[in-house]
C-alpha cells in the first residue's frame, strides 16, 4: 500500500513493552504448588471458613477431578499442569487492617504504579474499588458510605464469614459448579473475589470496581465474583486487571455470577490487560473466565468488555434471559496482536417471553494473533416474542493474523426474531489514503479509525473507562497498519 | 512469510472423544452391512476406526442424531425401475440423458447414456476401481466416518469423464429410486471435468412411499481450468427414508461450479458439501432450499475452502420448517493465507412456521489473510405480518398469501437452478406437498 513506513511502525509496536509488567516485593504467604484436598483445607482453613463452605468446595474439586479441559475453543497453547501451580498466595498482612494506612507501603506503591491510587479515586471519581492481589482482597474503598444506603461491598471471604445467608443462597447458582471445567477448578480453590448486595430500589451511587492483580510467580489466580442486585436496583460495575511480565504462563480462572431480580439492572464492564506474554508468545496469562448472569422479570444485563490482554481468553460472559421482558447486552472490543489468541463472545439464553438481546462484537486482530468470536442465541420454546440482533465484525491489520467467527442461533420457538451478521475485512486503504491527505499520520489514522471502529462499544463504558480504554486500544495496536 | 509466522491453528488436530455406546453402535451396524454385502474394499477401514461413530458430541453432528440408521443394513433384489413401480424419468418433459439407480443398482433398461464425443460416462461397475479419483486427506472418507462407510460398501454410481473443451448438449439425469423395507444403499458418483469442458447434472433422489432405508450418495468431482460444473440436486424420498449425501468438488483456475440444493420431502436428510478452491479466478456457488414438514429433519453442512488468491463464493440457504420438524444449517468459509482478494458470502435466512419447528444455525468465517471481503448474515422469523395484512386486504386467503410470501423468499433459490423442466417440476412439488394451489397461477419466466 501506499504508506511505507508500514514495517519501522511495525517493529515499534513489537517492541512496546508491556506498562504493568513490573513486580512488587512484598512478602507474600504462598501454599505449596499442587492440588488435593489438603490444600483446599488449607485454603479454606486461612480464609477461616465455615464448615459448609469447606464442604462446597471438597464437592467442586471431585466433580473437577472427573472432568477434561475442554478442547473446542479455536485456541493453540500447551496446557497447563494443574499440579504446577500454587494455589494460594495472599500478599502478607500482620493484623486485621483498620484504614487504608495501614496497608503496607509498597502495596500502596502498586496501586499508584496502577494508576489506581485508591483515595484519589475516592475523591476525584467517586468510584468504590476493591483491591485483589494475587488471591486476596487488600483494601476495598468506600465502604461506609455504602453501607448507609444497605449496600454490601466487601472480599468474598468477608462476605461468607458475614454475610452468609446471601453468599449461601446465590453462590453457584447461576454457574452450578460443574458447568465447566474452570469453573469447577475455580470453585474448588477460589481464594478470594469481591461480593456485591444492592438492596430493594437502590440505586448504586457510584461506580463500584474490582482490581485484579497477579504479582506471584507461580500462582494462579482464582477469585470469584458474585454481584447480587435485588429487586428495583441499579448497579454499575467496573472490573480491571493486570500482571507483571513473566516467561511462564500463569492462569487466571475466574468466575462471575450476577443475579438481577426483578426489575434491577446490572452494568458490568471489563478493562481486561492481562500481561499478554512477548512478541513471540512467550509468557502471559492464560484467562479462563466464565461470566454468566441471571435476569429475572423486567430486569436487565449489560456486559461490556475491552479485552487487550492476556496471551490465551477463553470468555464468554453470558445472560440467562428468565424472567419475562428481560434484556441481556453484550458489547466487546477484543484485540489480538503480536502471539495473541481469543475465543470470546456471548450465549444469550431466552427462556421469558417478550426478552430481547443485542451483541455487538468487535475484533481486531495484528501481528500473528488470532481472534474468533463465538456465540450462541438460544430461543427456547417458553421464550414468545424473542428478539436478538448480533453483529460480529473482524478487522485484520495483518496477513499473518486471523479473524473468526463462530456463531451459534438455535430456534425453537416460531415468534422469535434472530438477527446475525458479521463481516471481516481489514481497513480500508481510502480511509487511511484520506487521512494521510489531510495530514494525519499514518499510525494517527489507524488510532482514528479503529476508535470509531470500536465506538458503538466504547460508548457503553462509564466514563473513566472509556479513556482508559481507547488509551488501551491505541497502545495495543500502535502502528499495526496492515 | 516464514514457517514460524503461519498459523498454526489451521489444521490443528481436534481429539473427538469416542462415545462408548455410539461405537458400539456403529461397529454392530458395520457387521450387520458386512452381513448383508461385501465390502468394495477394505481401504477405509483405517479411517473407520479412526473416526469416532458421530454422536452429540462431535461438533459436525452436534444437532444431528444418528440413532436411526443402526437398523437398515439389508440389501432387497428389486432392482429395476419396473419391478419397483416407479418411473425412469420423475421430472415430466425433461429432455436429458439419463442414469437410473434402483437401490444402488444400475438399471441398464431405464437409462439413456450419452453418446458424444470427447464424453465417457457409464456405471462405475463397469469401469472398474482402478479408474477412480485416489482418495486424500481432504476427501470426505477419510474425515468423516458415514463417508468412510460409503467409501468401504458404495460400488456403483456414475462414472463421467469429459475431455478438454466438450460442452455436453444436454444434462445427465442421475436418478435414484429407493424401495423396500430396511434397505441399505450407497452410491459413489466420480466426476472429471479437463478443462474447458461443460456439463450440467440433475441428482434426483426419490423412494417409493413404502420405502424404510438408508442411502449414502457420495460424489467427487473435478473441476479443471476453465470448466463449468452445474449439479442441480432435488431430494424428493416418500416412507421413512434416510439420506446422506457427500459433495467433494475441486475446483481449478477460472472454473465455475454450482450446487443447488432443494429438499422437497425426506425423512432426514443431511447434505455435506464441500468446495476446494485450488486455482485462481475460481467461483462457486452454493444454493438450497429446505421445506421440512411433519417430523422430518433436514442438516446442510457446507463448507468452502478458499487456497488460493483471486477467487469468489456465494451461498444461500433458506429454510421454512413447518410442523414438528428441525433444520440445521453449518456454513463454514474457510480463507487460508495465501487467499488473498477473496470475495466470499454467505446468507442463511429462516422461517419458522409452526410453533413445533425449531432451527439451528451455525455460520462460521474462518480467515487467515487480512486482504479479503467476507461476509455472513443468518436471520431466523416469521411470515412478515405486514405483507401477510396486504395481502389479506386484498382478499387472498391466509394460505394462498403465505404460499405467495414462500414463493417469494426462496424465489431467489429456485431460480438458480439450471434446468427449466427440473425448477417446474420442483415447484410442482413442493406445492403438492404443502397444498398450494395458488403456485400454478403465477406466470413462469420460463412459459
Request: glycine share 8%.
Amino acid at each position: 500500500m501506499a504508506y511505507d513506513g508500514k514495517d519501522k511502525v511495525l517493529e515499534e509496536v513489537t517492541g512496546k513493552s508491556y506498562e504493568f509488567g513490573f513486580t512488587t516485593e512484598i512478602e507474600s504467604d504462598k501454599a505449596p504448588a499442587g492440588l488435593s484436598e489438603d490444600i483446599i483445607r488449607l485454603i479454606s482453613a486461612k480464609k477461616e471458613e465455615p464448615e459448609w463452605m469447606l464442604q462446597w468446595r471438597l464437592d467442586a474439586f471431585a466433580v473437577w477431578q472427573t472432568m477434561e479441559e475442554p478442547d473446542w475453543p479455536h485456541l493453540n497453547y500447551e496446557k497447563p499442569d494443574y499440579q504446577a501451580i500454587s494455589y494460594y498466595a495472599a500478599p502478607k498482612q500482620k493484623k486485621q487492617l483498620n484504614s487504608m494506612d495501614e496497608v503496607d507501603p509498597e502495596l500502596r506503591r502498586t496501586m499508584d504504579k496502577l494508576g489506581i491510587s485508591l483515595e484519589e479515586q475516592k475523591r476525584l471519581s467517586g468510584v468504590a474499588v476493591d483491591f485483589v492481589m494475587d488471591s486476596v482482597s487488600v483494601a476495598t474503598s468506600f465502604k461506609d458510605k455504602l453501607a448507609e444506603l444497605g449496600i454490601i461491598f466487601c472480599s468474598m471471604s468477608e462476605a461468607v464469614k458475614e454475610h452468609p445467608e446471601l453468599v449461601r443462597k446465590h453462590l453457584g447458582t447461576v454457574i452450578p459448579t460443574r458447568d465447566n471445567f474452570f469453573s469447577a477448578l475455580n470453585s474448588a480453590v477460589f481464594t478470594d473475589g469481591s461480593f456485591c448486595y444492592i438492596p430493594k430500589g437502590v440505586r448504586c451511587p457510584m461506580e463500584l470496581s474490582t482490581y485484579f492483580r497477579i504479582n506471584e510467580s507461580g500462582t494462579g489466580q482464582f477469585e470469584r465474583t458474585l454481584v447480587v442486585a435485588d429487586e428495583g436496583s441499579y448497579v454499575s460495575y467496573l472490573e480491571g486487571c493486570t500482571a507483571p511480565q513473566r516467561d511462564e504462563n500463569q492462569l487466571h480462572a475466574a468466575v462471575v455470577e450476577l443475579v438481577a431480580l426483578d426489575e434491577a439492572e446490572i452494568k458490568y464492564s471489563t478493562v481486561q490487560n492481562w500481561y499478554p506474554g512477548d512478541e513471540n508468545g512467550k509468557g502471559g496469562v492464560f484467562n479462563f473466565v466464565t461470566k454468566r448472569g441471571i435476569c429475572h422479570r423486567r430486569s436487565k444485563i449489560s456486559w461490556t468488555q475491552v479485552e487487550t490482554g492476556s496471551a490465551v481468553t477463553w470468555k464468554y460472559p453470558s445472560c440467562i434471559l428468565k424472567g419475562d421482558h428481560s434484556v441481556g447486552e453484550f458489547y466487546s472490543v477484543a484485540v489480538t496482536n503480536n502471539a495473541q489468541q481469543a475465543d470470546t463472545g456471548t450465549k444469550m439464553i431466552h427462556l421469558g417471553k417478550n426478552t430481547h438481546s443485542t451483541i455487538i462484537s468487535k475484533g481486531i486482530s495484528a501481528g500473528n494473533s488470532h481472534n474468533s468470536y463465538r456465540g450462541l442465541v438460544q430461543i427456547m420454546p417458553s421464550a414468545a416474542n424473542a428478539r436478538n440482533f448480533s453483529q460480529c465484525d473482524s478487522l485484520l491489520m495483518t496477513d499473518t493474523s486471523g479473524a473468526h467467527t463462530f456463531p451459534y442461533v438455535e430456534v425453537k420457538n416460531p415468534t422469535a426474531q434472530v438477527e446475525h451478521e458479521a463481516t471481516t475485512s481489514k481497513i480500508g486503504e481510502d480511509q487511511i489514503f484520506y487521512c494521510l491527505q489531510r495530514g494525519i499520520d499514518a499510525e494517527q489514522a489507524i488510532s482514528l479509525i479503529v476508535n470509531g471502529y470500536a465506538k458503538e462499544v466504547l460508548n457503553q463504558l462509564p466514563m473513566e473507562f472509556a479513556v482508559e480504554a481507547q488509551k488501551l486500544l491505541s497502545i495495543s495496536l500502535e502502528g499495526s497498519v496492515g | 512469510m516464514t514457517d514460524s509466522a503461519k498459523p498454526q491453528l489451521m489444521d490443528r488436530p481436534k481429539t473427538e472423544a469416542k462415545h462408548a455406546a455410539s461405537e458400539t453402535s456403529g461397529a454392530a451396524f458395520l457387521a450387520a452391512l458386512d452381513g448383508t454385502r461385501s465390502a468394495a474394499t477394505s481401504a477405509h477401514d483405517e479411517a473407520l476406526d479412526r473416526l469416532p461413530v458421530p454422536h452429540r458430541r462431535v461438533e459436525r453432528w452436534k444437532y444431528t442424531p444418528v440413532a436411526a440408521w443402526w437398523k437398515d443394513v439389508l440389501s432387497t433384489e428389486v432392482h429395476t425401475v419396473q419391478a419397483a413401480g416407479c418411473a425412469a424419468n420423475p421430472v415430466p418433459g425433461l429432455d436429458a440423458y439419463r442414469l437410473v439407480f434402483v437401490n444402488g443398482i444400475f438399471d441398464a433398461l431405464a437409462s439413456d447414456l450419452p453418446v458424444h464425443s470427447g464424453v465417457v460416462c457409464m456405471p462405475l461397475s463397469q469401469k472398474g476401481d482402478a479408474a477412480v479419483q485416489p482418495v486424500d486427506a481432504f476427501s470426505p472418507e477419510t474425515t468423516d466416518w458415514f463417508a468412510g462407510v460409503n467409501g468401504k460398501y458404495g460400488q456403483e454410481g456414475l462414472y463421467l469423464r469429459v475431455a478438454k473443451g466438450v460442452t455436453l448438449d444436454r444434462p445427465i439425469l442421475v436418478h435414484h429410486h429407493t424401495t423396500g423395507s430396511g434397505v441399505f444403499n450407497a452410491l459413489r458418483h466420480d466426476i472429471a471435468l479437463e478443462a474447458h469442458a461443460q456439463v450440467t447434472l440433475v441428482h434426483w433422489s426419490t423412494a417409493a412411499s413404502s420405502a424404510d432405508g438408508s442411502v449414502n450418495i457420495l460424489t467427487r468431482a473435478a473441476v479443471a481450468d476453465g470448466a463449468r460444473l452445474h449439479i442441480d440436486k432435488v431430494q424428493d424420498e416418500e416412507g421413512q427414508v434416510r439420506h446422506i449425501a457427500f459433495e467433494d468438488i475441486r475446483q481449478s483456475s477460472d472454473s465455475h461450479a454450482e450446487v443447488h440444493t432443494v429438499t422437497v420431502r425426506g425423512q432426514w436428510v443431511r447434505n455435506d458439501l464441500a468446495f476446494r478452491i485450488n486455482g485462481s479466478g475460481a467461483h462457486a456457488e452454493l444454493n438450497g432450499a429446505f421445506l421440512p414438514g411433519e417430523g422430518e429433519f433436514v442438516d446442510n453442512h457446507t463448507t468452502v475452502d478458499h487456497r488460493v488468491a483471486h477467487c469468489t463464493s456465494s451461498e444461500n440457504y433458506k429454510g421454512i420448517l413447518y410442523g414438528k420438524s428441525t433444520g440445521v444449517f453449518n456454513g463454514k468459509v474457510f480463507v487460508r493465507p495465501d487467499a488473498q482478494q477473496t470475495n466470499a458470502y454467505q446468507q442463511n435466512a429462516n422461517i419458522l412456521a409452526s410453533d413445533k419447528a425449531s432451527i439451528n444455525a451455525k455460520p462460521e468465517l474462518e480467515i487467515y489473510a487480512d486482504d479479503v471481503k467476507c461476509s455472513h448474515g443468518c436471520t431466523v422469523g416469521q411470515f412478515d405480518s405486514d405483507a401477510l395484512f396486504y395481502a389479506r386486504s386484498r382478499g387472498v386467503g391466509l394460505e394462498a398469501a403465505k404460499a405467495m410470501l414462500v414463493h417469494a423468499f426462496i424465489g431467489d433459490v429456485l431460480k438458480g437452478i439450471k434446468v427449466a423442466e427440473v425448477r417446474l417440476e420442483v415447484e410442482h412439488r413442493l406445492a403438492e406437498k404443502h397444498g398450494w394451489e395458488v403456485w400454478s397461477d403465477y406466470p413462469n419466466d420460463d412459459a
